[in-house]
């Protein structure tokens, strides 16, 4: 058994989960457009899931829509409102670290006749409500931030970004994928017209998430068909996914607290001892305003991918943000613009711990950090031992 | 396939990289490669007898391919003539480990370029250079410096704590520009420090901003200073590699010249 360190990526579904979902495949097969009784059951059902998970982030239950993740809700809450407000402006603003969807989503839309700007965040990863003033005009349609990023963990100041767009009367959208279940979010608090969240990230199946939509807020649907979904979301509804991920926020509201106190634990301790058993090492993101689950670290001379082939040798499984691991080659946008160069970009780990996580985890990684890190200096050009702080 | 899919062999060099080291002597030529686009970084040293690879050894920051080609390659290498060894390709290297993910065939590309280019090396040792490379000394011009001024754009600093956790540019000034980071260093965790030359001038302040956590750029430029209404970016020049990129500040020093 290996020791997975990379929640980030993908979390296992909840046995508790699976057991609710279950009846769902066989028994309660009903769609929720047929009138007879077992089509009525589904429609229960699917009624009873979208107030729970409404509840979950502050919504009424005429407030989510789903969809078959937080991508597809991502291009719904853009693609959709920029295309029902063509007429109010044609200019969004996104951040420099929003996660790679995000990204391609502007560039679709610029390719479409949208001006996108990107705010620059800083050293830490944060987006300031300053740099985004600058950057909003009277064409300026649509802010969206996510709500923290899923690599290097620094959590934005939503509330502020949200107080802000109220405003100046544009509309905010956030991706709350890498903070849900982590953070207690509320959409009125914090002015979140728009969101995107995912089932999976909550340990709920994979393929099912939603768009949350403040009532008044218009949008285009991008999936058209029978008409579900108020419209805006057509195709059969997907009801065991939907029962999972009910379950999966029942379970997160009783554990949410408990998990997060112990998350917290784990990545203090890691942190602090990886910071000082490892010479020229460093943390990436924000030293308190992070997500309780998320270490990123970066180290001088070594290139990620031969971190990540180490640490696999030994059964732990991570993550880097190292070109060589991605399908582009580019490395991770995120840590260009915490200021990195491409070299300290690529030195890059990142643990994210989760629900299945025992309290000797931390020490499997600390029990071969040291003599991984300090085995691939030794064949490192960069890296010269006199230079040891 | 996935690009972290290697083959056992491959898993092999990686885990047990064959000529790892430096080489050091007269009759040793030293090559270095790096490839921008993933950033891996290959130096590989060979000893040259009788017209014959001697010996080889390597050092490289870079991926788990990275790695095990530059093993693989040492081993093809060794004890054939130079005329040989210039013969071998990245195919080669491929085909001996038995294959590499497509994404990464450019870092075994990395591998045969930093063995041609240490065996270039090799052959300038052997036939003097008749012309010695001048390089000119001048103070360019640098885009956005006007625009910029007093708005992330400092040329006299009388209150540091202005940088306080800032990301701060230092561009080489002479000893001052020197004291200013070391000074800078305790106030925010990023500095960087950006000279033209191949290494600091010898000092003791020098030595301590090696030894600090200041990033120092060699052989580096400031081309341009980017930014909406203050500093946000920096173009930037490496003149080793002659290739741009941007960077991310939010202050740079630039000291008048003393």
Partial sequence: MSVYLDYQSSKPVDPRVIDAMLPY????????????????????????????????????????????????????ALIGYALRSRDKGNHIVISEIEHISIHNIAKYLERNG?????????????????????????????VSIGYASDEIGTIQPISEIGKFCREKNIAFHSDIVAAEGLIPIDVNKENIDLLSMSSNDIYGPKGLGILYL????????????GGQEAGLRSGTENIPAIVGMKRAVEIMQQEMNAETKRFQHYRDRLIEETLTRVPRCYLNGHPTDRLPNNAHFRFDGIEGESLLLSFKEKNIEVSTGSACSSKTLEPSHTLIALGLLHEEAHGSLEITFGRFNKDGDVDAVLGVLPDIVSRLRKLSPLYKEEAKS | MKSTQYSEKVLDHFRNPRNVGTLEGEDVAVGTVGNPVCGDLMEFYIKVK???????????????????TASMIT???????????????????????????????HCSNLAADALKNAIK???EKQEPLSKQRIAPEEQKEIAGMKQFRGRGVYEEISDLSLFKDKRVMILERGERSIEIALKLTKLTPRVVFVTSEKQ????????????????ILYESELKEIRGLNTVEKVLMHDMNEDEEYELFVDSIVILRNE
């Fill in chain 1, 114 to 142: 949208f001006v996108v700007s990107k705010i620059p965040v800083d050293q830490f990863g944060r987006v300031s409500v300053g740099k985004l003033a600058e950057r909003v005009n009277g064409k300026t349609i649509l």
């Fill in chain 2, 50 to 68: 009788d017209n014959r690879i001697e010996d080889i050894k390597f050092k490289t920051f870079g991926c788990g391919s990275a790695i095990a």
């Fill in chain 2, 200 to 215: 600091l001038r010898p000092g003791t302040m020098s030595e301590e901003l090696v030894e600090s956590s200041t990033k």
């Fill in chain 2, 121 to 123: 090396k090799y052959k």
């Fill in chain 1, 25 to 76: 495949f066989h028994e309660k097969f009903g769609n929720p457009s047929s009138l007879h009784s077992v089509g009525d059951i589904a429609t229960e059902i699917l009624e009873e899931s979208r107030s729970t998970i409404g509840r979950f982030i502050g919504a009424d239950h005429d407030e989510v829509i789903f969809t078959s993740g937080a991508t597809e809700s991502n291009n719904h």
């Fill in chain 2, 75 to 105: 081993e093809l290498a060794k004890g054939k003539t130079v005329d040989e060894a210039l013969k071998i390709t990245r195919q080669d290297v491929a085909d001996e480990l038995n294959g590499l993910p497509p994404i990464k065939m």
């Fill in chain 1, 214 to 225: 403040r009532k008044g807020i218009r949008i285009n649907p991008l999936i058209i068909g």
